[in-house]
T-cell receptor, first 115, second 111 residues
Framework: GAVVSQHPSWVICKSGTSVKIECRSL??????MFWYRQFPKQSLMLMAT?????????EQGVEKDKFLINHASLTLSTLTVTSAHPEDSSFYIC???????????FGQGTRLTVV | EDQVTQSPEALRLQEGESSSLNCSYT??????LFWYRQDPGKGPEFLFT???AGEEKEKERLKATLTKKESFLHITAPKPEDSATYLC????????????FGKGTHLIIQP
């Protein structure tokens, strides 16, 4: 099956700094990337959807200036958490998809802790 | 608004004791119901996609079924390695491609 590689697996950063998370589709061209966030004992919540070469579409309540998403190629999307605060601490998960292949491939997740 | 509700929240079984997990959903025009396994600190691992009422899919000790309002994940003779959180999700209504997830069922299989 297709592999989606997410990096880093975990990161600790100081409040006010920015953190970048990478999501790579290793063996297929991902025309669409999804970014989810999961708080402890909660469901995965969709943050944004990005199509290659286009601006991301953000879900209601997600600050687009805080969570910067770049999807410049068919194999790489990045999520940058800018000016991170402790309330941004969460588990961030990407999902790569293409036509007819939505929902099958998720990254390993990134545990972000802001101190 | 799309909604996915999973029950029970947690389930503890003895090895070999079969059971079922429930996923009730509300979505405008179902375009796919997904089941995943999630281990602690990991991303979801895809298990099944179901598209229409009456559809069934099997993989080893797992079988997923779908009706117009809910889906079941049946676990037959489970083993300790089946312990995980099982997530249900639906493709969102209105043509969007993202998924709406339930909170999951935390399954523990005791030897």
């Amino acid at each position: 099956g297709a592999v989606v590689s997410q990096h880093p697996s975990w990161v600790i950063c100081k409040s006010g700094t920015s953190v970048k998370i990478e999501c790579r589709s290793l063996d297929f061209q991902a025309t669409t990337m999804f970014w989810y966030r999961q708080f402890p004992k909660q469901s995965l919540m969709l943050m944004a959807t990005s199509n290659e070469g286009s601006k991301a579409t953000y879900e209601q309540g997600v600050e687009k200036d805080k969570f910067l998403i770049n999807h410049a190629s068919l194999t790489l999307s990045t999520l940058t958490v800018t000016s991170a605060h402790p309330e941004d601490s969460s588990f961030y998960i990407c999902s790569a998809g293409s036509s007819g292949r939505i929902g099958a491939f998720f990254g390993q997740g990134t545990r972000l802790t802001v101190v | 608004e799309d909604q996915v509700t999973q029950s029970p929240e947690a389930l503890r079984l003895q090895e070999g004791e079969s059971s079922s997990l429930n996923c009730s959903y509300t979505v405008s025009g179902l375009r796919g119901l997904f089941w995943y396994r999630q281990d602690p600190g990991k991303g979801p691992e895809f298990l099944f996609t179901l598209y229409s009422a009456g559809e069934e899919k099997e993989k080893e000790r797992l079988k997923a079924t779908l009706t117009k309002k809910e889906s079941f994940l049946h676990i037959t003779a489970p083993k300790p390695e089946d312990s995980a959180t099982y997530l249900c999700a639906v493709k969102r209504g209105g043509g969007a491609d993202g998924l709406t997830f339930g909170k999951g069922t935390h399954l523990i299989i005791q030897p």
